[in-house]
């Protein structure tokens, strides 16, 4: 019966685990003498949910205290401002942890629109910056769309590749597609960097999600072959980023810099450091 099936099922599973394993279902199974599915032991079964996972929680608090101690050390006047946005990003990711990730599954398609709306209304309507429109003024608060576009663009393709599989040539280009509009919408602000990042966001889940390896290895030998073309096509300042980044000490007092004093401040300071403000 579905009540016997629960308690199994509860039983069988440890307290704040999500994921039903074959194993798990197999012992059911054994258990109640009927054949279930995973679906069905999820569509039945009202999961018991840890309300954090410490794992994610723990190390994500760990670098907010020492990034904190670090800027309270260098630049103690912003240090307080600071306190106040790492407190509400605490609370507000608390706060999203209650949610069932299925309704985030059922909001993907609503999040994925909404960011290519805001990525659009930056476009038109944001501030510019050093020849860049990446900031959005909504009356004293200023944000960075891109920002917001990179978990929402997670959220929808990992409810894609839920739906539809990627072993298929027309699902892997529709998941192409999709990945392309707000990835080329943040690099024509521009913004290469936060580009690049939503192209490894889609090229992972694409990898996580079982992607046959002859398309990932045809997109990754398309891309290579791209790359001259590609670098062609930025505008100077970003091919001079590309050039300091692999060869910093071609151009040492220019674009090269940073890195360089990078590597001498973690050279100097090893593994402890010399000390908070030194």
Not at 66 to 75: A, E, G, K, P, T
Not at 118 to 131: E, I, K, M, N, P
Not at 204 to 225: D, E, H, N, Q, Y
Request: aromatic share 8%; proline share 4%.
């Amino acid at each position: 019966s579905k009540s016997k099936n629960i308690n199994c099922l509860r039983n069988i599973i440890p307290q704040g685990h999500f994921r039903i394993g074959e194993a798990s279902i197999a012992a059911l199974n054994a258990a109640s003498g009927d054949a279930l599915t995973v679906h069905q032991c999820y569509n039945c079964l009202e999961m018991r949910r840890v309300r954090f996972d410490p794992w994610i929680i723990g190390p994500i608090l760990i670098l907010l205290a020492l990034s904190l101690i670090v800027l309270r050390s260098m630049v103690p006047e912003d240090s307080a401002r600071q306190v106040l946005f790492v407190t509400i990003s605490v609370a507000v990711y608390l706060l999203v942890a209650q949610l069932d990730y299925r309704i985030l599954g059922k909001l993907s398609t609503v999040l994925y629109v909404c960011a290519i709306v805001l990525l659009l209304v930056t476009y038109s309507l944001g501030r510019v910056t050093r020849g860049s429109v990446r900031w959005l003024e909504i009356g004293q608060l200023t944000i960075q769309p891109s920002e917001l576009v990179k978990p929402g663009l997670i959220i929808f393709l990992a409810s894609f590749v839920l739906k539809h599989s990627l072993k298929e040539g027309r699902n892997v280009f529709w998941y192409a597609i999709l990945t392309a509009v707000p990835a080329l919408l943040v690099y024509v602000q521009p913004d290469l960097g936060s580009s690049l990042v939503l192209w490894v966001i889609g090229i992972s889940i694409a990898f996580a999600s079982g992607v046959s390896l002859k398309v990932f290895a045809s997109t990754l030998l398309a891309v290579i072959v791209a790359v001259p073309l590609m670098f062609a096509i930025l505008k100077p300042y970003q091919q001079d980023r590309l050039r300091a980044f692999v060869d910093p000490f071609a151009d040492p007092l220019g674009g090269g810099y940073h890195v360089i004093q990078s590597m001498i401040a973690v050279g100097s300071g090893q593994f402890m450091g010399r000390g908070l403000g030194r």
